[in-house]
């Protein structure tokens, strides 16, 4: 019920208040979060939780399946704010097992205004079609998705201009795939090669 929310809300600022009195004063103040976390819109994957992180910590965007479409101006002006303005260290694309956006991008169906958006995903599936293809057992093949799905991703973070050239400049942010698992609460980092993709990046979109 909403009233609830209201409710639960005053009991929350009353906690942190007998925690530290100056809570709210110093998140006032502004922000200088280290993070910025690209992940899914999934109600189960509350980005600052799972990190164990507080308010001001992780500056957050998230759509659907965690996705960074080159033509989503919402991700990139996300991103180049983190970037520019926030100067944050580590940019963090994380997918889920269980995603209901990748699962449905692996059904043949019309979903109406959802299909251009499952597009980013399904050509994730085409370029790695040799590999999904030959994992037989189904669920496997979904999990398997899930993460070639959030290394791509990170390769369209890596190709922006904004994390380009900061990191040029001052080595950071470096960008980071990781993999929450719902079923027991655990992030998996991926090890995206972040400096072999940013190399093969710049040999091609020639941004120095």
């Given at each position: 019920?909403?009233?609830?929310?209201?409710?639960?809300?005053?009991?929350?600022?009353?906690?942190?208040?007998?925690?530290?009195?100056?809570?709210?004063?110093?998140?006032?103040?502004?922000?200088?979060?280290?993070?910025?976390?690209?992940?899914?819109?999934?109600?189960?994957?509350?980005?600052?939780?799972?990190m164990g992180l507080e308010p001001g910590d992780v500056f957050v965007h998230r759509n659907v399946a965690n996705v960074v479409p080159n033509t989503d101006i919402n991700v990139h002006a996300c991103i180049q704010y983190a970037v520019?303005?926030?100067?944050?260290?580590?940019?963090?694309?994380?997918?889920?097992?269980?995603?209901?956006?990748?699962?449905?991008?692996?059904?043949?169906?019309?979903?109406?205004?959802?299909?251009?958006?499952?597009?980013?995903?399904?050509?994730?599936?085409?370029?790695?079609?040799?590999?999904?293809?030959?994992?037989?057992?189904?669920?496997?093949?979904?999990?398997?998705?899930?993460?070639?799905?959030?290394?791509?991703?990170?390769?369209?973070?890596?190709?922006?201009?904004?994390?380009?050239?900061?990191?040029?400049?001052?080595?950071?942010?470096?960008?980071?795939?990781?993999?929450?698992?719902?079923?027991?609460?655990?992030?998996?980092?991926?090890?995206?090669?972040?400096?072999?993709?940013?190399?093969?990046?710049?040999?091609?979109?020639?941004?120095?």
């Amino acid at each position: 019920m909403i009233s609830d929310i209201f409710e639960n809300n005053r009991k929350w600022v009353a906690a942190c208040l007998a925690e530290d009195p100056h809570y709210f004063d110093r998140l006032s103040r502004g922000q200088s979060p280290g993070f910025l976390f690209i992940g899914c819109a999934d109600s189960r994957v509350p980005a600052n939780q799972i990190m164990g992180l507080e308010p001001g910590d992780v500056f957050v965007h998230r759509n659907v399946a965690n996705v960074v479409p080159n033509t989503d101006i919402n991700v990139h002006a996300c991103i180049q704010y983190a970037v520019d303005a926030l100067k944050v260290q580590h940019i963090v694309v994380c997918g889920h097992y269980g995603c209901g956006g990748v699962k449905a991008a692996m059904q043949s169906q019309d979903l109406g205004l959802l299909n251009n958006w499952l597009r980013e995903i399904r050509d994730v599936y085409r370029l790695h079609a040799d590999e999904l293809d030959a994992i037989a057992d189904e669920d496997a093949r979904y999990r398997r998705l899930i993460e070639l799905n959030v290394i791509e991703q990170c390769v369209n973070v890596i190709k922006t201009s904004w994390v380009q050239r900061r990191y040029r400049a001052e080595g950071m942010p470096r960008v980071h795939g990781w993999v929450y698992d719902i079923q027991n609460g655990l992030l998996r980092d991926l090890e995206v090669p972040f400096d072999k993709i940013l190399d093969r990046i710049r040999q091609i979109y020639h941004l120095d």
